[in-house]
């Protein structure tokens, strides 16, 4: 969906093995811009511990503890009441932290922009593509700057 994405995830190998970190980090900034839009405390607490492993401060076993809760918490959510949609901002918002918990960017990112277009207007937005646009921009900027990152560092 977002080309530019996909293109710099192809060029950047982006699923590679030596690339996790890249993919994790990725995966947590798309997440935060939509940390908002979370509504279960705990689901806001498995972002936290993918924060944490990214400093340095919990280990590779509580990160896997961590994404199974939250693939759980995600497949568990009982999506929206709202009539238009909005209420599926968290739905989308929870599937990205999910995602990127499993080390998978790219999906955490597609349903990270979901989340945001919902939450800024529900079923009305995500039928338009230019709505996607900011987001999409966003997030290839930042996976850009992060693998520019990464590659200068030894």
């Known amino acids: ?3 530019a994405l996909d293109r710099l995830a192809r060029e950047l190998d982006l699923d ?3 690339n ?3 993919r994790l980090e990725f995966g947590y900034a798309c997440t935060l811009r939509v940390k ?3 509504e279960e405390s705990s689901v806001l607490e498995c972002l936290s511990g993918l924060g944490q492993y990214l400093d340095g401060t ?3 076993a509580h990160l896997e503890q961590l994404a199974a809760e939250a693939a759980h918490l995600a497949n568990q959510h009982q999506g929206s009441k709202s009539i238009d949609g909005c209420g599926h901002a968290a739905v989308s918002a929870t599937y990205a932290v999910a995602n990127a918990l499993a080390g998978k960017a790219h999906q955490a990112a597609e349903y990270a ?4 277009v919902y939450g800024q207007g529900g079923y009305g937005a995500v ?3 230019e709505s996607f646009e900011p987001e999409f921009s966003w997030q290839s900027t930042c996976l850009a700057s992060l693998a ?3 590659v200068s560092t030894p």
């Open 16 to 18: 590679s093995s030596a």
């Open 113 to 116: 922009a979901y989340a945001a």
């Open 148 to 150: 520019r990152r990464h």
């Open 1 to 3: 969906m977002n080309e």
């Open 36 to 38: 908002h839009l979370l």
């Open 58 to 60: 919990v280990d590779r």
């Open 20 to 22: 996790e970190r890249l």
């Open 127 to 129: 039928a338009d593509r």
